[in-house]
């Protein structure tokens, strides 16, 4: 009986009413309808005998069932192997993250010299398994956000201000920024107004951006950031004056597990999966993404995100 | 000194997080799965509860709703510390009463220390 709930079954899916499959085969349903009747009244004209007219329109809402069914139902499998598939990703990470978070944590405290005086050779050996286990964590961390991209996943939006986010986003990456020596400009133009979006994602998305600023700049480089209102939307701008992106790579950056060849030479430890979380993040907000970038010079990264609700 | 009960059933947790806040002077009590969990925040009154949510014989949900349901350990903050991080755990965990929800592997091992310091405070 709960299968005909609608309501409770399409929220199961975490996807709008119009996409759900149980609300499909409804709406299915009433064009069955109307086309018998419009067959029947159509039919009626043209064909004599009342037999033929009731086999003609018996068949036909056969034919429309069964396709309807069919195609409600493969939606439907499809829908169910996305959420399993969502599903089993975020145990995988739960179950993968255990045994890394006891790693580091044991790590971490040898490294607090808690278990006794350690040597320069050995401390050097122990953050390197750090880094490791750091960068184990963020694959796993960006599999689980791609996953839940990818799938059908409910989006718990609230008025936030961008410059906010964009300032925690700094203070948090401000070691970062030291330590490669870089010039970092702001310009942000005052009383900017809020956009509607899960703050979650916005600050995974200036995490990245500016993340790749900072790895993939040049030492005693430049990063400017703008941020200011255009029209309906707020515009953001990141430019640093970096390596670059190989003009025959360009179209593929935004793309899974993309990395480009002239990173490779500086040893950038990374995912190639930032720029394809962070387009279809701005894409999932009614947003737009774009770049532009000269190798051996520096890259320009801005969107486009509408204010309204 | 403040006491700390911290339920965990990882061991190289208790050793690492459970060692460095004896060494930061915390009286710390562990308990290994859910239901000696909930008997030692009965009997020693902690002034704060660390508690993962994946445990033997009794989930972390279960044992804060019934450290929640207790008049006698209702009032002790409990930080919920675990590798769970969707977005119903998190609802759930807090509807349940914590007071705060740390995804361990997004912490080094600092940093959650100085965020039960501050809890403490």
Redesign the interface.
């Not at chain 1, 890394?100 to 044991?106: F, G």
């Given at each position: 009986m709960s299968k005909l709930n609608i309501f409770s079954e399409c929220k199961k899916y975490r996807i709008p009413l119009w996409q759900c499959p149980q609300f499909i085969f409804l709406i299915l349903g009433l064009v069955i309808i109307f086309s018998i009747v419009f067959t029947y009244f159509v039919g009626a004209r043209y064909i004599q005998d009342p037999g033929v007219l009731a086999i003609f329109i018996c068949l036909l809402t056969a034919v429309l069932f069964i396709l309807a069914f069919s195609i409600v139902n493969s939606f439907e499998n499809l829908l169910s192997v996305s959420r399993l598939k969502s599903e089993f990703i975020?145990i995988i990470s739960?179950s993968l993250?255990?045994p890394?978070?006891?790693?580091?944590?044991?790590i971490?405290?040898f490294l607090?010299k808690?278990l006794g005086k350690i040597e320069k050779e050995q401390i050097e050996q122990l953050q390197f398994l750090k880094e490791n286990s750091k960068r184990m964590?963020e694959l796993?961390?960006k599999m689980?956000i791609v996953s839940r991209l990818e799938g059908a996943f409910?989006q718990?939006n609230e008025e936030v201000s961008l410059e906010e986010i964009l300032n925690e986003t700094i203070q948090k990456m401000k070691d970062q920024i030291e330590k490669s020596k870089l010039n970092l400009e702001l310009k942000i133009q005052k009383n900017l107004p809020k956009i509607f979006v899960n703050p979650f994602y916005f600050k995974i998305v200036l995490e990245s951006l500016l993340d790749n600023a900072i790895r993939y700049n040049k030492e005693n480089g430049k990063i400017e950031i703008e941020l200011e209102k255009r029209g309906k939307n707020i515009y953001f701008e990141i430019r640093d004056s970096g390596v670059g992106i190989p003009k025959k790579d360009q179209k593929y950056i935004f793309q899974k597990f993309f990395r480009s060849e002239n990173i490779a030479k500086f040893q950038t430890p990374g995912t190639g999966l930032s720029l394809f979380i962070t387009k279809r993040i701005i894409e999932n907000f009614g947003g737009k993404i774009g770049f532009e970038s000269v190798e051996n010079k520096g890259s320009k990264f801005w969107f486009l995100i509408p204010i309204k609700k | 000194m403040k006491k700390i009960l911290f339920i965990e059933d990882e061991m190289a947790l208790q050793k690492s997080l459970g060692g460095l806040l004896s060494e930061k002077g915390y009286q710390v009590i562990s308990a290994f799965d859910g239901e000696s969990g909930l008997n030692l925040a009965k009997k020693e009154n902690p002034d704060l509860i660390l508690l993962d949510l994946i445990l033997p014989k009794m989930s972390g949900f279960d044992v804060l709703e019934k450290l929640k349901e207790d008049p006698k350990t209702k009032e002790i903050p409990v930080i919920v510390l675990t590798n769970l991080e969707g977005i119903g755990d998190v609802e759930k965990a807090i509807a349940l009463g914590a007071k705060s929800y740390l995804v361990k592997a997004e912490y080094s091992l600092e940093e959650v220390v100085e965020k039960i310091k501050k809890a403490l405070e």
């Open positions: 975020e739960h993250r255990t890394l978070t006891n790693l580091n944590w044991t971490d405290f607090a808690n964590e796993i961390s689980i409910s718990s | -």
